[in-house]
């Protein structure tokens, strides 16, 4: 009884025989009087005894009554047959879904389901195949992710091992100068585990932010005034620029410098001497907006869609002998931006042409609180 098209083919069968029984009920109660009333009209009366001892009236609701016993019989059986088909093609693609997500569950997310002709079974269907992509797609970042992180891991452990190797050998002395390129190597691991650490908690929306209004355009000047000794080292022109007035948003400073630094870094890392670098910060409508912005490599339109996605590399970019970032520093910044409720976003008119990071956040309202 707890099976779908059993419980189908059943109901058809009672409402087929829910349907006999209220005819026979009707025709009961009606047909003998009508009967008695057509009689009349003809004038033959209510009808003579016979040898039988019944009259025309008896044999016709005994008739009667024969013909609505085989007519519920041949309907409980139609509706039976019908209720066995109907539960066939109801059933058949349920059977289909649910191989496809057993499939799913054992790690085969390439299985697609048909759809059937029915709307609503035909959009079951589809979000089953949407979450078959889905997965599959979710697969394919984890695996990729698992060898970039592998590959990040390899390089600083492959000349940590090598110092180390060399100095017990004898072959290089134990020298501060040499422990310290072993502790630099330490320190980018370090940095790989927190960064690859803050992104897991910015995808799962579990960072620890401690909301307070800030005025953002003294937070955005600190942080590049911070970094324009770096700027001025790589021969390039910093400026920035902060809208006159209040432009303050409920937010994590530190989060928010976090993001700003990283912006700026990257910009000036892909920006050749002799270029300019532009950060601002101003208002727009209901929003504090703060752009990134540098005459630098540019990017193309494919490489737009790929830049926030973890461990990705521009193909062809200059790679600087300190350049030590971890490749998910745009994928943190996106998060962290994401969950002040705001948004970040990058746009390039093309290779060599410089490129612009947009940082959109709600302005703090007059009733916000930390």
Known sequence: MKRLSVRLVLSHVFVAVLGAIATYVVVRQLAPSLFDESMRRMGMGMGRPGQGGTTLRDQFAEAVDRALLVGAL???TAAAIFGVVASYRLVRPLGRVRAATRAMARGHYDVPVPKPQETELAELAEDVNTLGRGLADAEARRVRLLGEVGHEMRTPLTVIDGYVEAMIDGVMPTSPEQLG????EVRRLRRLSEDLSTLSRAEEGRLALILRPVELGPL??????????QAEDA??????VSEPGSVQVLADADRLAQVVTNLLGNAIRATDSGGEVRVSCRRA?????????DSGEGL????LQHIFERFYRVPGR????????SGIGLTIARGIV???GGDLTGSSPGRDRGATFTVRLPLAGPTDQP
């Open 220 to 229: 955005v000047t600190a942080a590049a005034e911070r970094l324009r000794p």
């Open 235 to 240: 021969g390039l022109r910093l400026e920035v």
């Open 285 to 293: 409508q209901d929003f504090a907006v703060v752009e990134v912005a």
């Open 338 to 340: 994401r969950e002040h």
């Open 74 to 76: 041949v309907g409980a």
């Open 181 to 184: 390129r072993v502790g630099e």
């Open 318 to 325: 200059r790679v600087g002998q300190h350049d030590s970032g």
């Open 300 to 303: 193309d339109a494919a490489e």
